[in-house]
């Protein structure tokens, strides 16, 4: 019904910027809050930032600073800027979305998770 399709991750040198996109699809009839997580190997999946629909957002601490969340509503799309990157951020980034959509006789509120896209920094 709803699918979240990321884009963006590669590989860095420590310092460099990536901007991460997710971009939401299906019979969507509204999204309210949107967010990244991350996952490193061997750790487990954490909170990196949220925005809600109406554009108040909240950062992990380590990410303060150096990451911009932000989303256009038009577009369906969430943005992670990543600038200042350091070899800790390594790891597997994914898009989450509370989004209520249409199944064709009502409608229905649900999570999703993007497939994961993969940031590297590395030297």
């Known amino acids: 019904q709803v699918q979240l399709v990321e884009s963006g991750g590669g590989l860095v040198q420590p310092g460099g910027s990536l901007r991460l996109s997710c971009a939401a699809f299906?019979?969507?009839?509204?999204?309210?809050?949107m967010a990244w997580y991350r996952q490193a190997s061997g750790k487990q999946r954490e909170v990196v930032a949220q925005?809600?629909?109406?554009?108040?957002?909240n950062y992990a601490d380590s990410v303060k600073g150096r990451f911009t969340i932000s989303r256009d509503n038009a577009k369906r799309t969430v943005y992670l800027q990543m600038n200042s990157l350091k070899p800790e951020d390594t790891a597997l980034y994914y898009c989450?979305?509370?989004?209520?959509?249409?199944?064709?006789?009502?409608?229905?509120?649900?999570?999703?998770w993007g497939q994961g896209t993969q940031v590297t920094v590395s030297s």
């Open positions: 299906g019979s969507i009839v509204r999204i309210n809050t």
């Open positions: 925005i809600t629909s109406g554009s108040s957002t």
């Open positions: 989450n979305a509370d989004v209520t959509y249409y199944t064709g006789s009502y409608n229905v509120r649900d999570d999703y």
